[in-house]
Nanobody, 120 residues
């Protein structure tokens, strides 16, 4: 069973920065893609961005230019660097990964989520 463990969340003032980490229990190169979702109260879960096995990252428009996803394969860790944070970035952030099983089926793994709160 794959485990994804997030860390680095907390409370920050608007305009500040945070870096989230997602440590995987196995070699992250085995995943097709990794990324981050977020869920704010009373809102649907939103994809923040993803990073491919080759290191190509894509982002939702609302975070482009402010957030950066990176990966350290040696540490089996993916990062979400969040700069110029806004109150509307307040949410629980969840790390996820997608893997292809030997029978060809895709499976998603999720972290437990970590709270990010941006005060105005």
């Amino acid at each position: 069973q794959v485990q994804l463990v997030e860390s680095g969340g907390g409370l920050v003032q608007a305009g500040g920065s945070l870096r989230l980490s997602c440590a995987a229990s196995r070699n992250i190169f085995s995943f097709n893609v990794m990324g981050w979702y977020r869920q704010a109260p009373a809102k649907q879960r939103e994809l923040v961005g993803t990073i491919s096995r080759g290191g190509i990252a894509v982002y939702v428009d609302s975070v482009k230019g402010r957030f950066t996803i990176s990966r350290d394969n040696a540490k089996n860790t993916v990062y979400l660097q969040m700069n110029s944070l806004k109150p509307e970035d307040t949410a629980v952030y969840l790390c996820y990964s997608t893997s292809t099983l030997v029978d060809g089926k895709l499976v998603n793994y999720w972290g437990q989520g970590i709270q990010v709160t941006v005060s105005s």
